[in-house]
């Protein structure tokens, strides 16, 4: 017999989105038509974030993602509150990117707006990491739906991946 060489990785993250094709269902993506595929991101109220519920500076998001890597345990009489729930053992970092449709952009110093996840954890499959939106910069194009999908792109960056959910915010 041969031998399977593996490369363990830390992180191979992947921000779910309404065309994946998952046993993982999250109830506010039934509003999403079936030929439209959204990075499931919600808004306080915990409908997904689109053309017709944006978010504002200063909202605080959730997003799911599979591929954060290892956990610390679940505490034994979970989960009563959200801090019993299992933690990423790495540190993520957030890169905020204000342009149009922009592409995923990891997290390097001097591009875009950088923070760290107000919360994280592991939900059981998936993952999901609560962020709060910066302050918009004045003078950022809305969202139309056809030229302009996405004005800020979140992109959370991890040891050895990076990976990023395109939303609507209210200029």
């Known amino acids: 017999m041969g031998g399977v060489l593996l490369r363990p990785v830390s992180d191979n993250m992947h921000v ?3 065309c994946d094709d998952s046993q993982v269902y999250i ?3 039934y509003t999403v038509p079936q030929s439209v595929c959204a990075d499931v991101v919600t808004v306080g109220s915990g409908a997904l974030n689109s053309l017709y519920n944006l978010a504002h500076g200063g909202d605080e998001l ?3 993602l599979y591929g954060m890597g290892a956990v610390t345990p679940q505490a034994p009489n ?3 509150s959200p801090d019993q729930l299992s933690k990423p053992v790495q540190q993520f970092a957030l890169n ?3 342009r149009p449709n922009a592409p995923l952009s990891p997290v390097v110093p001097g591009f875009g ?3 760290a996840p107000l919360f994280a954890s592991y939900a059981g499959s ?3 990491v609560n962020f709060a939106v910066p302050q918009v910069p004045a003078g950022l194009p809305a969202c139309d739906g056809v030229r302009i999908k996405s004005n800020l792109t979140v992109t959370l960056t991890g040891p ?5 959910a395109q939303i609507c915010v209210a200029p």
Request: aromatic share 16%.
């Open 16 to 18: 779910m989105n309404t």
């Open 27 to 29: 109830s506010a993506a």
């Open 62 to 64: 959730a997003v799911w």
């Open 78 to 80: 979970c989960c009563s």
């Open 96 to 98: 905020f990117d204000f």
């Open 113 to 115: 707006l950088t923070s």
């Open 126 to 128: 998936p993952y999901l």
């Open 160 to 164: 050895n991946s990076s990976a990023a």
